[in-house]
């Protein structure tokens, strides 16, 4: 029997050029891909192959020179820049490998503020709703004793806990996580990996991730190469 298949994302003929000098350097080179709901995908594949590119194309951090994206049916590479904006800040949800928190505000307000800027008002009821939510998550990622904690007040594994609670606070149907334990040892790497298949277990949450890290990957239960631009098997 076919297994049923709920595909979310489809990547159309994806490249990415970029122009040096006189040269053009291609550095994606027709990818084509199909991701499922609720899938843990893991991207794999050696320094300068296209994998963050790539990565930051699907989440429209950045846009292809030729190919589309295919999120629900739409084709995002076809919306308005407010309409993309809407769909990142909504939907999509991004870890990185150095955290990205703002230093002078607490846990707590790192992870309200995605609730703050997609909602456009500072009214009171809204504030309280974020931080209600916000306190919930760190909770969830178990930081519950740390929300009052600046980054410089946290280890590398409990500032990448916030950043994860931060990426998660507006419930996003799309994680997408680039080297997200590669500055951390291998005790708060296994935390966040646990914690990120809890995620997906509880929430049917699609994570991609990008990882060098072996034991990571093969917890992914589907695995793709990216070699030169292109998806190898
Ligand atoms: N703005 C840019 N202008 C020119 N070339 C770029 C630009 N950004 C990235 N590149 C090149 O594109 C290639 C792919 O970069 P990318 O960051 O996607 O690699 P990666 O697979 O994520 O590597 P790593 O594992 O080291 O993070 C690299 O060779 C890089 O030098
Ligand atoms: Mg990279």
Same mark, same amino acid.
């Given at each position: ?42 991207? &794999? ?70 609730? &703050? ?21 760190? %909770? ?31 419930? /996003? ?6 080297? /997200?334990?590669?500055?951390? %040892? ?48």
């Amino acid at each position: 029997m076919e297994e049923h298949k709920d595909v979310l994302i489809q990547a159309q003929d994806i490249t990415k050029e970029y122009r040096i000098g006189k040269n053009t350097l291609r550095v994606l080179n027709g990818v084509n891909l199909e991701i499922d709901r609720g899938e843990v995908l893991i991207i &794999l594949g050696p320094s300068g192959a296209g994998k963050s590119t790539l990565l930051h194309i699907l989440g429209l951090l950045d846009t292809p020179t030729s190919g589309q994206t295919i999120y629900r049916g739409e084709n995002l590479n076809k919306l308005s820049s407010k309409q993309q904006a809407e769909r990142r800040n909504k939907h999509f949800g991004f870890v990185f490998q150095f955290y990205h928190l703002l230093p002078d505000f607490t846990a707590l307000e790192n992870v309200m503020m995605p609730g &703050l800027i997609g909602q456009r008002t500072s009214s009171q009821p809204h504030k309280k709703t974020c931080r209600e939510k916000a306190t919930e998550i760190l %909770d969830i990622v178990g930081l519950k004793e740390r929300i009052h904690h600046r980054p410089d007040q946290l280890s590398g594994g409990e500032r990448q806990r916030v950043a994860f609670a931060r990426a998660l606070v507006n419930e /996003p149907e799309v994680l997408f996580c680039d080297e /997200p334990t590669g500055n951390l %040892d291998t005790k708060n790497s296994k935390e966040i990996q646990d914690l990120m298949l809890k995620l997906n277990a509880l929430n049917n949450q699609t994570f991609i991730i990008v990882t060098h890290d072996e034991n990571f990957a093969r917890l992914g239960k589907r695995r793709i190469k990216i070699v030169d631009g292109r998806i190898v098997d």
